[in-house]
């Protein structure tokens, strides 16, 4: 079975330019998340969904960032404009609903010069 | 404080030699706990759960003491292959984990 699938595996722009990191969860999983990662910060949850809904965004930097899930097989992170500081590694994850194990994608290795 | 926090290592140990973490967490509303493993320039992958009595899977035993917020992780005959960051994760509530910042191993031959 196919897992998490996250692309691009690597991106690589300026600052000030838009960014779209994209998702395709587990087939029958409803939850999905969101995930940065750095050397300083560790793993840190930026938003999840649940049944295509987002239920908590608390941890999304600021406006630049957005998320959506227009349907239970696709997400979409956004970073517009970018920023050198928002580097980092970008991992989408999923579960079903109510479990606490999640699957993790490969991750997006986002670097903004 | 952090509210899961780890010892990041480096444990560098010998072959065949038993290691164990230690991980903390500050939220006594936790509900539930797991180890995830993290090998280099990967994504996180589930080890295992933490259970209130103890659980073993193989060489890896993982421990919980909900008194004193406080989840081990022993490994018995440690492999070359199980070279990797030990992330200690704990489910806060509401689907949200919160990981350690990990514990570096590296399985020297």
């Known amino acids: 079975d196919a897992g998490v699938i996250q692309s691009p595996r690597h991106e690589v722009t300026e600052m000030g330019q838009e960014v779209t990191l994209r998702c395709k969860p587990i087939?029958?999983?409803?939850?999905l998340f969101w995930y940065r990662q750095t050397m300083m910060r560790g793993l840190e949850l930026l938003i999840y969904f649940n049944n295509n809904v987002p239920i908590d965004d608390s941890g999304m930097p600021e406006d630049r960032f957005s998320a959506k899930m227009p349907n239970a097989s696709f997400s979409t992170l956004k970073i517009q404009p970018s920023e050198p500081r928002d580097s980092a590694v970008y991992f989408c994850a999923s579960s079903f609903l109510g479990q606490g194990e999640q699957y993790f994608g490969p991750g997006t290795r986002l670097t903004v010069t | 404080r952090k509210e899961v926090e780890q010892d990041p290592g480096p444990f560098n140990v010998p072959e065949g030699a038993t290691v164990a973490f230690n991980c903390t967490y500050s939220?006594?509303?936790?509900?539930?706990f797991f180890w995830y493993r993290q090998d280099c320039r990967k994504e996180p992958k589930l080890l295992m759960s933490?259970?209130?009595s103890g659980n073993e899977d193989g060489r890896f035993t993982a421990q919980l003491n909900r008194a004193s917020q406080y989840i081990s992780l022993l490994i018995r005959d440690s492999k070359l292959s199980d070279s990797a960051t030990y992330l200690c994760v704990v489910n806060r509530g509401a689907q949200k984990l919160v990981f350690g910042q990990g514990t570096r191993l590296t399985i020297n031959p």
């Open positions: 939220n006594s509303a936790s509900q539930s």
């Open positions: 087939s029958g999983h409803n939850s």
């Open positions: 933490v259970y209130s």
